[in-house]
């Protein structure tokens, strides 16, 4: 009998022959794929139920789910490989996107609220994190990462065909519509459904006269040596625009960002597409007073100066002077870059019969609830242009479309293949309810990602031997949009979300708080948590949270002498409330366990102690109290 680490050994082998193997099939099956479609496409149009245009993440990722349930698609991709977008952008190669490995739960799924980078996929060699351990990673990195997702996974790409021509037709056949796709090189398809997956399309610049002089933010040289010593003006206000002045901080003598606007702090509004900390640098030496500034002005003119450099007309209101005025200065700059964002629809490749209606002077396209363009049916918008629809939470970057395009990809199989959106039934108990949401929400990606943009869904059905159902992951105007959601008897819908807004001036950003929240009542605190909402018919009637955790985990405790059950029984006394699916039955919600656990934890001030708290926290008014430092400066407002 042969040893035992011998079976092992030909186990081993056998698996890698296998892997081997398979990996061969599967390029040989895509490359027979392309030849033959290719081939056929000389003599006529090849025809695909969808067609994505696109091989970057969007296209990736909803051709992921394609190829997984072997619908009939075909992704169009005009370079030579996947990703293309990022071999030249970001311009300083360094992505704003989070890869942070080491978190306190083991969750695949909890994991994925902090990697911003990976696609959604079975294989989990297939996780950005075990291609780097950098927290803000090199985008040559994810050029690689999404190589080998689409090799791996097989998808269904041609390459090198751009698409020069979109238009609309009647099939004689099926007396359907349908889309026909021309490459410039004169190749043309056929499509049902057009999914456009193609992300930044171009610089967007303003409406300025002389803005041909200035470079823009995909064309500039990131040559540092061209800038020392010189002045450089930056128009915009965005991270583009401070990514370019962080990279020129140490040679250029002076910076003036230009950007017409305060700026606004992605840890202040929550929106990853706001500035971010990594970018803030010059910001940072402005206000230490190293020179470089940053400027509400507005440029109005630009011109070519005598000797070379760019003269600038601005536009600054002084209203806060006495009298009130407006300033007209101008200055005169070595260089000129213009970083004022991307425009992500390309109108020239569309047709008259399906150009789609835009947006924001042409920045995004409309979209309806379920990222179907306004006015041409059927063709829908994926990836960074999903932020058309949202501006507060992720569908401009990868961590948040990938799941818009998963409920997307849900809601195209329903509509065009008769394949019903996934739901799951509930036992009909309300713990049993708020046990399944309490604990979703604390290990779930995709509402932590979309927060208050992307819920889930249970109906209660009147009758009593129907169970619960539940919908997750869809857009909250998509369900407020269906009658079948709002003609609900008792209709659920659960989110994450903050309020920083209902503190007033006190906490309405982040930065304003800092200790801990109001934990006995969770609809008074602010940052990120469960929010519950019961709907009677389309009607709202009342709210639950969850209370805040720091680890965003709602269901353990955050620190001893917390009741663990706590979120669970608020929530199912909120759900039996409303619909008595447990008759009689109310559970203790209590913070604590015990009332000497309460006080062990918490000191109740007295009236003598409440006649030395600070004048600001009788300012503050309403029913919700911010947590902000200053009301805790004094130790004797406690102690006496």
Request: hydrophobic share 35%; with cysteine; net charge negative.
């Amino acid at each position: 009998m042969a040893p035992a680490f011998v079976d092992i050994g030909f186990a081993m082998l056998h698996t890698l022959i296998e892997d081997r193997l398979l990996d061969i099939l599967s390029e040989t099956r895509r490359y027979i794929r392309e030849t033959e479609n290719q081939g056929s496409a000389r003599a006529m149009a090849v025809y695909h139920e969808y067609i994505i245009i696109g091989a970057g993440p969007a296209g990736l990722q909803m051709g992921y789910f394609m190829e997984k349930d072997k619908v009939d698609y075909l992704i169009l991709e005009g370079s030579n490989r996947p990703g293309n977008f990022f071999t030249t952008q970001p311009r300083h190669r360094t992505l704003i996107s989070i890869n942070k490995i080491h978190n306190p739960f083991p969750e695949k799924e909890y994991n994925m609220r902090h990697d911003w980078n990976s696609l959604l996929c079975d294989d989990d060699t297939l996780r950005f994190t075990k291609y780097t351990e950098e927290l803000f990673p090199n985008a040559d990195v994810l050029v690689r990462y999404l190589n080998d997702f689409a090799h791996k996974n097989n998808l269904n790409i041609i390459y090198q065909t751009y698409i020069n021509n979109i238009t609309k037709f009647q099939s004689a056949m099926s007396g359907e519509d349908r889309f026909k796709l021309t490459s410039k090189e004169g190749k043309e398809y056929e499509c049902r459904v057009l999914l456009m997956a193609t992300g930044s399309r171009k610089d967007l610049v303003p409406d300025i006269p002389g803005i041909e002089l200035a470079d823009t933010y995909s064309e500039h040289s990131i040559n540092k040596d061209e800038y020392t010593g010189k002045s450089v003006a930056i128009i915009g206000g965005g991270n583009s625009a401070f990514e370019v002045a962080n990279h020129l901080a140490a040679n250029a003598s002076v910076i003036t960002l230009l950007g017409g606007r305060q700026v606004r702090f992605a840890w202040d509004s929550h929106f990853v597409g706001d500035l971010r900390a990594i970018n803030n640098t010059v910001l940072d030496m402005y206000q230490l007073k190293s020179i470089h500034s940053y400027t509400a002005i507005h440029p109005t003119r630009i011109e070519k100066a005598e000797n070379g450099m760019f003269e600038v007309e601005m536009y600054s209101p002084g209203l806060h002077w006495d009298p009130p005025i407006i300033a007209r200065p101008s200055y005169r700059f070595d260089k000129l870059i213009c970083c004022t964002g991307f425009g992500y629809v390309d109108l020239d490749i569309f047709s008259e019969k399906c150009k789609p209606a835009t947006k924001d002077n042409g920045k995004f396209p409309v979209l309806k609830d379920n990222w179907e363009t306004e006015n041409v049916p059927n063709m829908f918008y994926i990836g960074t242009a999903m932020q058309s629809r949202d501006r507060k939470a992720a569908s401009g970057f990868i961590h948040g479309f990938r799941y818009n395009i998963q409920t997307l990809y849900r809601l195209l199989r329903e509509k065009y293949d008769d394949v019903l959106y996934p739901t799951m039934e509930l036992e009909r108990d309300a713990m049993a309810i708020s046990d399944h949401i309490v604990n979703r929400v604390s290990v779930c990606a995709s509402l932590y990602q979309q927060q208050n943009f992307l819920c889930d869904v249970v109906i209660v059905p009147e009758e009593s031997d129907k169970k619960p159902i539940n919908y997750e992951e869809l857009p909250l105007d998509y369900v407020f949009s269906k009658e079948y959601f709002t003609n609900q008897t008792h209709l659920f819908i659960t989110v994450l979300k903050y309020t920083f807004g209902r503190h007033g001036r006190f906490g309405e950003v982040a930065t304003k708080w800092g200790v801990s929240p109001d934990l006995e009542r969770p609809e008074c605190q602010a940052f990120l948590r469960p929010s519950v909402s019961y709907y009677h018919k389309g009607k709202f009637i009342g709210e639950e949270y969850c209370s805040e955790s720091l680890v965003l985990r709602f269901n353990v405790k955050n620190f001893e002498k917390i009741n663990e059950r706590h979120n669970f029984n608020r929530m199912a006394n909120f759900i039996n409330k409303h619909t008595n699916i447990s008759p009689g039955v109310h559970y203790d919600a209590s913070l604590c366990k015990s009332e000497e656990d309460y006080k062990a934890l918490f000191v109740r001030l007295d009236d003598e102690q409440m006649k030395r708290l600070p004048s600001e926290y009788f300012e503050m008014t309403g029913d919700c109290k911010a947590a902000i430092m200053h009301l805790r400066k004094d130790p004797d407002v406690v102690e006496g």
